[in-house]
């Protein structure tokens, strides 16, 4: 009988997902990506590495207003839970123009 990745500890799966981010940042998105879609044991840190920093690029204008709406319709909390990404989402940068607005949940390093 086959031994099966999924028989191994969600701990160990986890560490071997983490492993990923040492990929060059293309690479490491495009193997999150891959992880996330191949099975339900895999998804959790899959979607922890490919939400936890969300850019929103725009200029001014209409633009801005509708792309801001719904980022916040994603983000909204249901029931006062966090649901889909917005659960993973740790760090928020906004960009208009030149202008730039991080905000965090928690600390970033450097």
């Known amino acids: 009988?086959?031994?099966?990745?999924?028989?191994?500890?969600?701990?160990?799966?986890?560490?071997f997902i983490d492993q990923l981010?040492?990929?060059c940042e293309q690479d490491a998105r495009a193997a999150f990506q891959s992880c996330?879609?191949?099975?339900?044991?895999?998804?959790g840190r899959a979607r922890h590495h490919l939400f936890k920093r969300i850019m929103l690029l725009t200029r001014k204008g209409k633009d801005?207003?509708?792309r801001m709406?719904?980022?916040l319709e994603i983000l909204k909390p249901v029931g006062g839970v966090l649901v889909g990404i917005a659960q993973?989402?740790?760090?928020?940068?906004i960009s208009i123009?030149?202008?730039?607005l991080l905000i965090t949940t928690v600390?970033?390093?450097g």
């Open 1 to 15: 009988m086959a031994l099966s990745f999924l028989n191994l500890p969600p701990e160990i799966l986890d560490l």
């Open 21 to 23: 981010e040492t990929f």
């Open 36 to 43: 996330n879609m191949v099975c339900k044991a895999l998804q």
């Open 64 to 66: 801005f207003s509708r």
């Open 69 to 71: 709406e719904n980022l």
């Open 88 to 93: 993973y989402v740790v760090a928020l940068e």
């Open 97 to 100: 123009g030149q202008h730039t």
């Open 107 to 109: 600390p970033l390093p």
